[in-house]
């Protein structure tokens, strides 16, 4: 059981979290959701005991192991399923031991042990979590440090599934995942025999994975059961609720005023004027009801051009005079709306940016409007690389806050 007991955690001056508890039983899947910047992987760093409260407690039951992504991604010569294997602690010092060990009684002690939690059976288990995240079985023989940082991202997320914690702590686990990872991950927890905490914006990893929602609002921390489908119906119902009593009473004191206005100073009506005056008083005053607020964008509305506005003909594109896609033949017209879907590294941005007249074609045809205007936006990963280094500069938490404050207002104008 996970206790969050009246805790409160002030962040560059700004409270975060203020005299909140909830209880999440054992073997929970709970996600967590919020505005951005509300705090969430700020709870996250207090449950793991990163950083210190203000006040309260967390508690977790004794000898509990709390496991999340690495910050620091695989990158060195171990294979891929070294690295997963490795993540077992347990497994890895016993079967050292192993080696060494001359007393009778201890080695015995020892396979029973290895007995106990399987490990007859862990390269079985490792190669199945990489294979579900996307690495066939060649790849997972492969270092670490053949792949990119999006790919060492999900064998630290394949490590931190296999070494089974008490506690999983996900923070956006599908930020480097494709579809097909995606619906593996879903699936992959819905099974998990342990309490999970996700941190995720994707909705359908919300609704099909988790069976409570643990909702980050103005400070406070509130329990929700169900998915997310059920929480936002739920909360909606709330607010509603919450908008039709607070009108009530506006209006009822309102009313109640205006009658104090009209007859304070009248002989014959000043006692009732009073005893309103103290009615008024005593009246408790809901607080105003604040939605999340989310900032209106609009796509301008292009003129109409001729269709096709792209035609590809056997065309091929790539960098540094590799080539990536070949034999390209479509066309796009201007009312098409299309979904890109690939697993990671097979040209989806490469095929974008050729869209974009980011990169030329190699070799066939590109034909587009001579009126086509393209808007291109793609994530900015330097920001995530930045403060990265940064919190890994020092071990010292007030730094690293003082760090991530400066990084956050640089975020801020960046974008």
């Known amino acids: 059981m996970l206790a969050i007991k009246n805790i409160s955690f002030t962040l560059e001056g700004r409270k975060l979290i203020d005299s909140s508890t909830v209880t999440i ?45 690495a910050q620091e991604v695989p990158s060195g010569p171990e294979s891929l399923i070294s690295v997963v294997l490795a993540a077992d602690v347990e497994r890895t010092d016993l079967l050292a031991e192993a080696e060494i060990a001359t007393d009778p009684t201890r080695i015995s002690d020892i396979y029973m042990r290895l007995a106990d939690i399987e490990a007859h059976s862990a390269e079985a288990r490792a190669a199945s979590i990489l294979h579900g995240l996307g690495f066939d079985n060649d790849a997972q023989q492969q270092p670490c440090s053949d792949f990119s940082g999006g790919w060492r991202m999900r064998v630290a997320l394949a490590a ?60 406070k921390l509130t329990l929700y059961t169900g998915n997310y489908n059920t929480f936002e119906n739920t909360r909606r119902a709330k607010l509603d609720q919450l908008i039709s009593q607070k009108k009530k009473q506006d209006a009822q004191r309102d009313h109640m005023q205006t009658y104090i206005d009209r007859f304070r100073a009248s002989a014959s009506k000043a ?50 005079g590799k080539t990536i896609l ?75 806050r003082n760090c991530r404050g400066v990084f956050v207002r640089v975020w801020r104008r960046a974008v």
């Open 271 to 320: 006692k009732q004027a009073q005893s309103r005056i103290k009615a008024l008083a005593r009246m408790g005053t809901l607080a105003p009801i604040v939605g999340d607020h989310v900032s209106p964008f609009n796509f301008p509305v292009p003129e109409k051009l001729s269709p096709p506005i792209i035609r590809l003909e056997n065309a091929s594109v790539g960098y540094d």
């Open 25 to 69: 039983p054992s073997g929970h899947k709970v996600g967590i959701v919020g505005r951005n910047g509300a705090g969430k992987t700020t709870l996250f760093k207090l449950i793991r005991g990163e950083w210190a409260l203000d006040e309260g407690e967390i508690e977790i039951p004794r000898g509990a192991r709390i496991g999340g992504i």
């Open 326 to 400: 070949r034999n390209l033949d479509l066309r796009i017209d201007q009312d098409d709306r299309i979904a890109l879907l690939g697993a990671n590294g097979q040209g989806k941005s490469t095929f974008a940016k050729l869209l974009a007249d980011r990169l030329q074609v190699m070799g066939g045809l590109m034909h587009t409007s001579s009126k086509l205007r393209v808007g291109f936006f793609a994530r900015i990963k330097w920001m995530n690389w930045i403060w990265t280094r940064l919190r890994f500069s020092t071990s010292s938490a007030c730094v690293q």
């Open 160 to 219: 931190v599934l296999f070494s089974e914690p008490d506690f999983l702590l996900l923070d956006e686990p599908t930020n480097y995942l494709d579809l097909e990872g995606s619906i593996w991950l879903e699936q992959y927890l819905t099974r998990y025999p342990h309490t999970v905490l996700i941190i995720s914006h994707d909705k359908a990893l919300l609704n099909r994975s988790v069976t409570q929602i643990l909702h980050l609002d103005q400070q």
